[in-house]
């Protein structure tokens, strides 16, 4: 087998793989200073929980929903929390745009980092964030959430 094609048949189960991505902006009810970039991928699994989450902090964050690409065009600073939605490949070996992102950024205290893997059992801890890791298995939801809001509310009662 010709290695080109071979090449071709790994980045094509690649860029097919992967969940969609976020694209779309919610604007608070309120007057808020405060603001959350949701960056990442969504799926069957992942969009409750992106979609609680954007129901839950509407009213006191602007938010912002984007795809993992937006990740090398963002200033932290402008940002009080950047949740980074991504799924596990080869242990985050592939993952070179939130790798990539979290090498670079400034604010890593004001990121969370949200990993769905197939092992349930898997963590993921790099540079001093602690991810919240899951399977992508229903019922593990609301746990997930939860896992969420406290990394989120210490950011933003900080």
Request: with cysteine.
């Amino acid at each position: 087998m010709p290695r080109s094609f071979l090449l071709f048949m790994i980045l094509f189960f690649l860029s097919g793989c992967g969940g969609s991505a976020l694209e779309k902006k919610v604007i608070p009810n309120t007057q808020t200073r405060r603001s959350m970039l949701i960056a990442g991928l969504k799926s069957e699994f992942k969009e409750p929980i992106i979609n609680s989450l954007v129901r839950k902090y509407r009213d006191e964050c602007r938010i912002e929903l984007d795809s993992l690409k937006r990740l090398d065009n963002i200033e932290s600073e402008d940002y009080d929390v950047i949740l980074v939605i991504d799924e596990c490949w080869n242990s985050m070996y592939f993952n070179f745009k939130t790798r990539k992102f979290l090498k670079n950024c400034k604010d890593k205290d004001k990121i969370v980092l949200f990993i769905t893997a197939g092992d349930p059992d898997w963590t993921y801890i790099v540079d001093g964030i602690d991810a919240v890791t899951s399977a992508s298995k229903k019922g593990k939801e609301k746990e997930i959430i939860e896992k969420i809001v406290n990394k989120i509310n210490h950011i933003l009662n900080k």
